[in-house]
């Protein structure tokens, strides 16, 4: 159980394009999911938190116009990064917490590997 | 905020036992957890402990906590080679608004 999984897995686009990512619960139901960065060899990097039916919540100094999040049901989030960058490549990972979880843990999908040439 | 923090690099021999440590700096922080993660992966939730208790086993997998130096370790048993991942620590409690903090990760490497 508390599978999450993320599409596309990998993605290459050209700058100036936006890229979409989904993020889905398979088995539960998330009332929250979080927006994740990983630059190589480093921790995680909280983006944005987003809850069912309501705007998200960034992290200070990631730009909510540029990476856009939708959080429509309780089992899909997706992450839009519009306009993109060279910069902005990196591995995104999303994850998601239950409605029932009495322990807050997190699930995180496998990531997004997004390049930009 | 909540700081956390790990040894970067674990090397341990196959059979033997692995241990990661953590240190975190919110005495408030209500749950701790260890994720892994493999190359190119996501996080797994290889377990949790809640801070009442002082150890927590699954299997291979023994966390203790100790509340008082806000230390926490996660000793694997018999390490194999699958076991070779980068484990990182995380703790929820309010000090960063009740979102995980997590560690820089620990590099755990296998060797025969």
């Known amino acids: 159980g508390a599978v999450v999984s993320q599409h596309p897995s990998w993605v290459i686009c050209k700058s100036g394009t936006s890229v979409k990512i989904e993020c889905r619960s398979l088995d539960f139901q998330a009332t929250t999911m979080f927006w994740y960065r990983q630059f190589p060899k480093q921790s995680l990097m909280l983006m944005a938190t987003?809850?069912?039916?309501?705007?998200?919540?960034?992290e200070q100094g990631v730009e909510k116009d540029k990476f856009l999040i939708n959080h429509a049901s309780l089992t899909l989030s997706t992450l839009t990064v519009t306009s993109a960058h060279p910069e902005d490549s990196s591995f995104y990972i999303c994850?998601?917490?239950?409605?029932?979880?009495?322990?807050?843990?997190?699930?995180f999908g496998p990531g997004t590997r997004l390049t930009v040439t | 905020g909540e700081d956390v923090e790990q040894s970067l690099f674990l090397s341990v021999r196959e059979g033997d036992s692995s241990v990661i440590n953590c240190t975190y700096t919110d005495s408030s922080s209500t749950y701790l957890y260890w994720y892994k993660q493999e190359p190119g992966a996501g996080l797994q939730l290889l377990t949790y402990i809640f801070s009442n208790m002082d150890m927590k086993q699954d299997q291979r997998l023994t966390v203790l906590l100790n509340k008082k130096d806000k230390h926490l370790s996660l000793r694997i048993a018999d390490t194999q080679t699958g076991d070779s991942a980068i484990y990182f620590c995380?703790?929820?409690?309010?000090?960063?608004?009740?979102?995980?903090?997590f560690g820089a990760g620990t590099t755990v490497t296998v060797r025969a």
């Open positions: 987003s809850n069912e039916g309501s705007k998200a919540t960034y």
């Open positions: 995380a703790a929820y409690g309010p000090s960063n608004d009740y979102k995980l903090s």
């Open positions: 994850s998601a917490r239950s409605v029932y979880s009495e322990s807050y843990e997190q699930y």
